[in-house]
């Protein structure tokens, strides 16, 4: 399925001159495991002539030297916390070690967990159906969906979809019914609960 939300050629031109940090990185190389037009844009934008590049009949690899690469290669096993293993794309696979199940921290709401799969980037799991309740931000929050979908105002993210949200808007996103939802997220400045958990997060000092 082709993802509907993609990040803007802006974000492109910024990656490809690397100045984007680390955790936007990290949602740009996941969104690419999802979209071929982002593959080529990418692609476009990090190496002038690459497009053709990529396009070219690719040179034959002696097959003594490919069983050579081949034997040294180590099954690639995807990250795990705990027993659980991550519904993470393949280019994702090294920002997480193993971990194991204390990694994962609760919010105040049911159904809903997070860990800091690295500093800035969010590994998040929504079961089915749950809420996270309504929260605005004190910078950009961006988004990626790994697996499954939610429900955004008036947005519906699936799989590979790439989103933004402006830190003056204030959002609620609902997992969707069939399945759990899985995403990396990305906050500049963390975030605030609306209601009596903004009065119990103001209470608390975070
Ligand atoms: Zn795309």
Redesign the pocket.
Known sequence: MT?H???GADLWLDYAAGQLDRPTCSLLEG??A??E??RK?ARAATAPGGAALAEAPEAPVPSRLLDGILARLKPPTPPQVGREVLPLPRALWPLLPALDGTAWRQALTRGFRFLEAAPGLYLIHMRRGCPFPAHGHRGLERCLILSGGLRDGHRVLEA?D?DETAPEEVHSPVALPDEDCWLLASLEGGIRFQGWRGVLQRLAGA
């Open positions: 993802p939300g993609h990040p969104h690419l999802f979209c037009a982002c844009q590979g790439f």
